[in-house]
């Protein structure tokens, strides 16, 4: 059986105040969530706070983003190692973010879910598709692509060690929600194209559905079958919404 996972993708938002008030707003709440795994992905200056706020409490904590090199004259990055020092769980790899505004392609998030695997974080592993492409009749063949990069990298065990998140790029910040069904069939497909190089992976693979994930939306989209939590943005900035949220994947 699966657990629920939800985590909240921060992204480039919030205070050294904000994040520290928001942070203990969380804590007083999740004491009503049972069964489901939480984690919070904040910028990654605030993970020492966080870390000192969070250790002790079932709330598990990662990184947005991290370097595809163990250590270096890389300026600018953070390495695998070191986040794993913050006591960092989880790092989300390949957010279409990053794909579009920073040019990552499939072959350099590869190496970044391997290198955390390698450090013992879990990569949260995003794929998705454009408009155009759902359009086009492309969804299948673009999650595909983005899924194979990291197979023919590292190998199905890899996946063992990892969650992927479909965030289908057109439902990101834009309060366009994918239903239920539509999330499903590619989260069924996903689960499908994995086991087929191992079914025990595949039946085991944590899958988060992301995009506008609200707490009106959230039950909807966690009842489906091969939905197992969510990846929140907005959504997760606001304790009251990312508890209810949590509550209902529970
Ligand atoms: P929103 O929930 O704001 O649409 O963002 C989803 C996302 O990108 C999470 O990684």
């Not at 450090?119 to 299948?140: H, Y």
């Not at 989209?221 to 907005?234: A, K, S």
Request: hydrophobic residues 45%; neutral net charge.
């Amino acid at each position: 059986m699966r657990q629920k996972l939800i985590v909240g993708n921060w992204k480039m938002h919030g205070s050294r105040a904000s994040v520290n008030a928001l942070i203990a707003d969380i804590r007083q709440g999740i004491a009503i969530v049972k069964t489901t795994q939480v984690a919070v992905c904040p910028p990654v200056i605030f993970l020492g706070d966080v870390e000192a706020l969070l250790k002790g409490t079932p709330i598990a904590w990662g990184a947005q983003n991290l370097c595809d090199q163990p250590s270096g004259a890389y300026t600018g990055e953070i390495s695998a190692d070191m986040l794993r020092e913050f006591g960092c769980r989880y790092v989300i790899v390949g957010h279409s973010e990053r794909r579009a505004l920073y040019g990552e392609g499939d072959v350099l998030v590869a190496r970044k879910y391997a290198l955390a695997v390698k450090s013992g974080l879990i990569p949260i592993f995003c794929v998705g598709e454009l408009l155009a492409e759902r359009e086009a009749g492309q969804t299948e063949a673009v999650v595909a692509r983005q899924l194979d990069a990291v197979l023919n990298h590292s190998g199905v065990t890899a996946l063992q060690q990892g969650v992927v998140a479909y965030e289908p790029v057109w439902a990101i910040g834009t309060g366009k929600t994918a239903t239920p069904e539509q999330a499903q069939q590619v989260h069924a497909f996903i689960r499908e194209r994995v086991a087929r190089h191992d079914a025990t992976i595949g039946a085991g693979l944590q899958i988060l559905y992301g995009g506008s994930v609200k707490a009106a939306n959230a039950a909807e989209l966690f009842r489906m079958p091969d939905i197992d939590g969510g990846l929140i943005g907005g959504a997760s900035l606001n304790a009251v919404e990312f508890l209810a949220i949590c509550q209902a994947a529970g």
